[in-house]
């Protein structure tokens, strides 16, 4: 079982709504990452942090999503404005940072009507 | 794009059955990893074979690399059931922060 807590499994959005998921990592790794897969399975990197800091970022994120890592809080991603190409399953992960390896939450499918 | 030239597949195969999956991919990476997803879950590694070596065995699993080619593949012996799922290959491009960039996927269905 994923030791990744992705809340909440589904939610469901109106064109122009917020929509905020949370990702808590597992216990002990500093490095977390947002994907979004879309219905055809592909993945598209959303962003990363290390620690609380951001490493990389796509365009995409920087400019209509909103997204921290706080310590002692859980991550967040949070699309200030969803459209109807948003609707996808948005998959967290964290990894130890040294093995390369990302252990992934179930995700939270955003469906945007 | 780093891909990843692993157009979609659909195999169904019968259980007991071998089945191999392949991935290409575009620019150097230090490693590649193949991921398992099943229906509503989120992908989990399987393994994961660095740019030095050539094989990769874990239990039913074997993996290899060609880096001349930039190719790998991924062969599940002994096929069970419970391999249904889709396997998707993932690459680093030697990227800090250890950014994965994922293929598209083949979807393996294991008929009891």
């Known amino acids: 079982n994923s030791k990744v807590i992705q809340t909440p499994r589904y939610l469901v959005k109106g064109q122009g709504q917020k929509a905020k998921m949370r990702c808590i990592p597992e216990k002990g790794h500093p490095v977390v990452f947002w994907y979004q897969q879309n219905k055809n399975n592909e993945f598209k990197f959303l962003i990363n942090f290390q620690n609380q800091e951001v490493l990389q970022q796509i365009d995409m994120t920087e400019k209509r999503f909103s997204a921290e890592c706080p310590s002692n809080s859980p991550c967040s991603l949070e699309i200030q404005s969803s459209e109807a190409g948003d609707s996808a399953l948005y998959l967290c992960?964290?990894?130890?940072?040294?093995?390369?390896?990302?252990?992934f939450g179930e995700g939270s499918k955003l469906t945007v009507l | 794009s780093q891909w990843g030239e692993e157009n979609l597949q659909a195999l169904s195969i019968q259980e007991g059955e071998d089945v191999t999956m392949n991935c290409s991919y575009k620019t150097y990476t230090t490693v590649v990893q193949w991921y398992r997803q099943k229906s509503g879950k989120g992908p989990a590694q399987l393994i994961l074979i660095r740019s030095n070596e050539r094989e990769k065995r874990s239990g039913r699993l074997r993996a290899t690399l060609d880096t001349s080619s930039q190719s790998s593949s991924l062969s599940i012996t002994g096929t069970l059931a419970t391999d249904t799922a889709v396997y998707f290959c993932?690459?680093?491009?030697?990227?800090?922060?250890?950014?994965?960039?994922f293929g598209i996927g083949t979807r393996v269905l294991v008929r009891p």
């Open positions: 993932a690459t680093d491009a030697n990227s800090a922060g250890n950014k994965l960039t």
């Open positions: 992960a964290s990894s130890p940072g040294n093995t390369g390896q990302l252990y």
